[in-house]
Every structure is written in C-alpha cells, then in structure tokens.
C-alpha cells in the first residue's frame, strides 16, 4: 500500500515539473546587445552581418536568445552622444561599437554597462583603457591601429609605389580622440622620408570637395587618407575626388581600393566585427570586460587596384606587386 502512495506522488510530482520546465525554457534569458556606428546603415550593412554571423556561430540568434538595438548617426558625429545615451537608457546587456569617435560618446554615459570596441585606433593613448593586457573599466575589444606608428607605414609604400611623390597631404579628422597622435606620425615618416607634409582637416562630409581642392591648390601630388569613420562611409565619394584631383592616395582599409582606389594597407575591419563577437558571448557568460586583453589587429593586408594605377599612368614596382595581398586587375 505505502509503495503504490508512494509511487503515485512520484508520478504526481513529475507531471507537475514538466510543464514548468516547459515554461522555464520559454522565458530563458534574451540578452539585448546595442550597435552604434557613425555612418549610416546601408554603409555599414556588411559589418553587422559579421557581428551577427560570428554571434550565430556561438548559439546567438537574433529573436531568439539575442535582440539587437542599432543606432546610425548617419555620418554626424554630433549625434553620438545622444544616440549612446539612448542605448543606455535601453538598459542593454552589452554594447558593441566601432570607431574612436563612438567610443569616447559611449565612455561619456556609462562606466557599468561592458563595451566592446570592434575596432580602435590606439585605445591607450586614446584614454579607452588602462592597457592592452589589462583594460579596466568596462571597455574591452579589438584594435586595428594597437600602436599610432602603422599608419606611418602606409606613407612608405606610397613612396615606394610612386617615388615621385615629394608633397603628400594627409586628409584627417582632427574631432576623435588619438586623430592628432596619427597626424604627427604621418608627420614624422614625411620628415624621414624626405617629403613635405601637408595637413588637411575634414570635419564634416560636406567640407571633402574643399578639402581636396586645398590639396591640389597648393601642390600636393600623393595622398594619405586616415582610417576614420567619417571616411569608410561615403568612400566612394572620397576615391572619386581623388581621381578627379589626379592624385595617388593610400589608405587605411581594404574597402577604398575596391572602391577604386590606388592602394591600401591594414586590416579587415569586417573580420574584427566578427571577432568581436566572441568578447560579447563572454561578457554574455560572467566575463568583466576589464579582464579581458586587447586583441590586437596581426595580419595587414596590402592591397593594389591595377585599373587606377593605369588610369592615373602609374608603373607600380614589381616587387611591390609581389609583396600584395591581392592585387585588382
């Protein structure tokens, strides 16, 4: 008798626990992840979908265990702060950025939801993080830049591709924090390689026609383009008036020598917003973002579109070509 009580509160209970396992599993946790970036959407669709891919690859789905809060400033950086401030307000889980510029507008409101930088240029001078082995805060990630001195390296082998280069104007953005660290870099590898130095600083979309007719006014003949948000978006306006100036230019990304232009030399900003996805699935997990090391950019791909340098009557050295990543015939 005691064994079939027994046996009936057993089965009793069991019936009971199901369907509340049932309703535990319905109302498992759906983190909210921000994304904030200076251009606009349609610009920047494709670094997204590598976020978005890398957190598939971890069991991140959007709708079901992950929704996503996008912000686009649409090219004004003015629009940062408040854009940042509504993320927060949002009361994400996490909040993933790009850019310098968007990071300083995160650091601004808040010091306790985690942040991760998908990409940064020099995020200790910057003043992001304490180190790249040990940030501190609630800002951790990626850098693309980890030391200023690389973009110095992109000078080099616009001199290298174009030796007659003698005045090169390096088209910048002054606002993020660590623009003006760049600028003296450039500066300095002029300097070194015996090339007059021009500044030319854009602070706006609308000021680029400007820009470049400054450029060609006093006599520039190559061009270093700073990695800066404000450029990857419209790119396709920034290598088209180079093109229409005459002039050889190198950047910073991959994305403006498949635009057309002549030369570029860094990293794959879309492979590090990839990379950035597994920071959020630990901060997701318990990790602090302050004991999470920098991971910082290795491999820079040097990339040389073929169709410019004819356009423009360029021979580009052979042993250049041998050295390039991918070259666009």
Partial sequence: MMNRRRFLRTVSATLLTV??????QTT??????????????NETSYLFKALEEG?????????????????FAEGMQERLPALAA????????????????????????????PVVMAVSRDPVGAGFIANLARPG???????????????????????????????????????????????NVVERAARNLGV??????????????????????????????ATDPMFVGPRSQVVLLVAKSRLPAVYGLREFAEAGGLM?????????????????????????????PIEQATKFELVINMKTAKALGLTIPRSLLLRADQVIE
Avoid: C
């Fill in 86 to 113: 509504e993320l927060v307000q949002l009361k994400v889980d996490v909040l993933v950025t790009g850019s310098n510029p968007v990071i300083a507008a995160v650091k601004q409101v808040t010091e306790t939801i």
């Fill in 19 to 24: 369907p509340l396992a049932a309703e535990a």
């Fill in 196 to 225: 007059t130095f021009q500044s030319v600083e854009v602070r706006g979309r609308t000021e680029f026609e400007g820009a470049f007719a400054a450029m060609v006014r006093e006599g520039a003949n190559g061009v270093v383009v």
């Fill in 264 to 292: 570029s030399y860094g990293p794959s900003i879309a492979h590090q917003f990839r990379r950035a996805a597994t920071y959020v699935d630990k901060i997701l997990k318990g990790a602090k973002p302050g004991d999470l």
């Fill in 28 to 41: 498992a946790k759906v983190y909210r992840i921000g994304f904030i970036l200076t251009a606009t959407e």
């Fill in 55 to 71: 957190l598939r690859e971890l069991g991140y789905v959007d709708g079901r265990n992950v929704v996503f809060e996008r912000r």
């Fill in 137 to 183: 805060g609630n800002i951790t990630g990626l850098a693309n830049d980890p030391a200023p001195e690389i973009i110095g390296k992109n000078l080099a082998l616009l001199k290298e591709a174009v030796p007659r280069v003698s005045r090169v104007a390096f088209l910048w953005n002054p606002v993020p924090p660590g623009a003006g660290t760049s600028k």
